[in-house]
């Protein structure tokens, strides 16, 4: 499996094909309703499996402060379950640190609520409900310290499975709301 932010408009349109599929397809949400205004500041990043097929994605933007958020998690269905939202996550997380942010907040739907609290997410209530149907929850991570170390960062930065492409840094948009996922 192959980590790295989408290099050119065909990449991103399959990136944004396969979120719109995993979150908005199945409540019949047209196609362009998968993006928000934060898309052009943030991190995006996708994984590849040995295909060549992009089977992940997801999304860092930076907030107010020294906060981020993660939006946008979507694993093909078929591929769920195998390790890949974990290995996204991780790497967005380590982009959050590498950008000197200090702790994430998201909106997780229910279903994944056991998936972000093994990765050491705190849950803090209920947030919005998405599309009137699907009830949403606010989570953080603080991430100094867990994921700061030179070690972790090193390790990071040999994998010959993680590719790192440049990316420009995102400008400080937004601030902790209710964005759903
Ligand atoms: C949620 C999602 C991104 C997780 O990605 P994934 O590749 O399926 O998850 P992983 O295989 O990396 O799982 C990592 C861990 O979380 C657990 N996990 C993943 N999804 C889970 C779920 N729905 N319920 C309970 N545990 C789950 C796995 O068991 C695994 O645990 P382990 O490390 O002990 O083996 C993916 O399943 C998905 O796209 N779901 C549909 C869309 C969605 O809900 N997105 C999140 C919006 S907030």
Redesign the pocket.
């Known amino acids: 499996m192959i980590i790295r932010s989408p290099a050119d408009d065909s990449e991103f349109e399959t990136y944004y094909a396969l979120r719109w599929k ?2 908005r397809a199945p409540w019949n949400q047209p196609p362009g309703s998968e993006k928000d205004e934060f898309e052009g500041n943030a991190i995006h990043l996708a994984a590849w499996n040995n295909s060549g097929k992009m089977v ?1 994605v ?1 999304r860092l933007h930076r907030m107010a402060g020294r906060q981020g958020q993660i ?7 078929v ?11 991780e790497e967005l997380e380590l982009r959050a640190v590498q950008e000197g942010l200090i702790e994430i907040y ?4 229910e ?6 609290t ?2 050491g997410y705190e849950l803090l209530g209920p947030a919005h409900l998405l599309f009137g149907a699907i009830p ?1 929850f606010r989570m953080r991570k603080g991430i100094v310290g867990r994921l700061g170390s030179g070690a972790k960062l090193a390790r990071c930065r040999d994998s010959p499975r993680v590719t790192h492409a440049p990316y420009r840094a995102p400008e400080i948009v937004g601030r902790p709301g209710q964005a ?2």
């Open positions: 995993v979150l992940g997801g939006r946008y998690m979507a694993v093909e269905p591929a769920q379950g195998r390790g890949i939202g974990k290995a996204l996550l998201l909106n997780a739907r279903e994944a609520l056991q998936f972000y093994d990765s949403h759903p996922s």
